[in-house]
């Protein structure tokens, strides 16, 4: 194998782990699907050193080390690149994708979102469903069926101006309670609580503190430890925002 | 026969948010439905583990351990990371009302000028059961990698 076709090879996968990482993947995945790339390319061996916003990796072939780091922004999760770059792993294992291929593949991934308009609707039903799962009555759910609705709507409009996430989550945290707070102020409903709970539950980060802990179980301590922060922080914020808005409305104190 | 209506009400309701948390993530249109299948499987038998007293991190641990295994399977057929559909699904069983409690029951013994007793037991108690069915839920989740694909990878 020539340098130049080391060298090429390496930016490819070094370019697969990267968008794992930046698309929140778990670690354990991110070191499995590059390993297995690199060989399925063609490598002796690939080594990588993961952290929470850097990666480090080195390619082996006859003898010849290669060593990149790569650094990286976080993106957000989406599952529909992470689930394109495993098909392109496995496609490559059986050898029907050869380094053109998967070269091709790659330029042409980007990140799709699904559009506001289906979005936002289905988290207010997602809210309503929680509060229904709850126990609340169908007045509840309905005010819960809003609140969320308004709060997406203000967190994607905030994430379109590339605010920084904690803000996002402590104003998107107040808006929504605010609104959940109409049972109280109109007595339609004989659980006004329970929107107040409901509708704050689009607010959990739910991925990053899944992949927290199947990193730490997993052996991957840094990177886990640095997801479990960042979920601490975000639920943080948004009871902020959330404690802010309860004590405009009254509810407590 | 009324348990049987419970469990199909509580499937239903807990597919929706499977669905709308899938789209937050970006799961392709495709695989929708499998999240949706999952979480409702997952959420429907914890209820009816819950509805013969069993404890509830007891029964959010089995429930995982089962979204685990089926999500295995549906990852096996559609070469796709186990994980894209098991977290969407996983998320009706968030423990938020718990955790809810817990940070407003937090807010107010700090806003006290004493520390009452019953707010303190409040907290504790909610804080508790959060830590606990959040552990059971992703350990549970990864029960199948850790006992069953030991050496090898799932796909």
């Given at each position: ?57 080195t ?26 770059l ?14 053109y ?13 699904y ?32 609140a ?10 905030i ?15 107040f808006?929504?309670?605010?609104v ?23 607010l959990?980060?739910?991925f990053?503190?899944?992949n ?6 997993k ?5 886990g430890?640095?997801?479990?922060g960042?979920?601490?922080?975000l639920t ?18 | 026969m009324?348990?049987l ?42 209820r009816?583990l ?8 007891w029964?959010?641990?089995a ?9 295995i ?15 969407a ?20 013994l ?25 552990g ?20």
């Open positions: 194998m020539y340098a130049d076709t080391q060298n090429d090879i390496t930016r490819q996968v070094v370019r697969v782990a990267q968008l794992l990482l930046a698309y929140g993947a778990e670690s354990e995945l991110i070191e499995e699907i590059s390993q297995r790339l690199g060989k399925a390319l063609g490598l002796e061996s690939v080594e990588l050193s993961i952290s929470s916003n850097s990666l480090v990796l390619s082996l072939v006859h003898g010849r080390c290669v060593t990149t780091t790569r650094r990286l922004r976080e993106h957000g999760i989406n599952m529909t690149i992470v689930c394109e495993q098909r392109i792993c496995v496609l490559t294992e059986k050898g029907l994708y050869g380094l291929e998967v070269r091709k593949r790659l330029a042409r991934i980007e990140a799709k979102t559009p506001a308009k289906y979005l936002i609707p289905m988290i207010g039903l997602s809210c309503a469903s929680f509060c229904h799962l709850f126990g609340g009555d169908w007045q509840a759910d309905v005010i819960t069926f809003f969320s609705a308004i709060g997406m709507a203000v967190r994607l409009y994430a379109k101006r590339h605010f920084n996430l904690l803000i996002n989550f402590a104003v998107t945290a808006v929504t309670n605010l959940a707070q109409f049972g109280y102020i109109y007595p339609v409903t004989a659980t006004p609580q329970l929107p107040m709970v409901a509708s704050v539950l689009m959990v980060p739910g990053p503190m899944i927290a802990i199947s990193d730490m179980v052996g991957h301590m840094n990177v430890i640095s997801r479990w960042l979920a601490t922080l943080v914020s948004s009871v902020i925002g959330i404690t802010i808005a309860m004590q405009l409305g009254g509810r407590f104190l | 009324e348990l209506w419970i469990l199909i009400d509580d499937a239903f309701f807990a597919a929706i948010p499977a669905v709308g948390f899938a789209m937050v993530f970006n799961v392709p249109v495709r695989f929708l439905k499998y999240c949706a299948i999952a979480g409702a499987i997952g959420h429907s038998f914890r009816f819950l509805h013969f007293d069993f404890p509830i991190e029964a959010t641990f429930a995982a351990a089962l979204i685990g295994i089926i999500t399977s549906f990852a096996k057929r559609h070469l796709a990371p186990p994980l894209m559909y098991a977290v699904a996983i998320i009706p069983m968030i423990p938020g009302s718990y955790a809810f409690n817990t940070v407003i029951g937090l807010v107010q700090s806003a006290q000028s004493e520390v009452s007793a019953e707010l303190t037991a409040f907290v504790i108690t909610n804080g508790l059961k959060t830590v606990f069915i959040l059971a839920l992703s350990v549970g989740l990864a029960m199948p990698s850790l006992l069953y694909y030991r050496t090898r990878p799932v796909i």
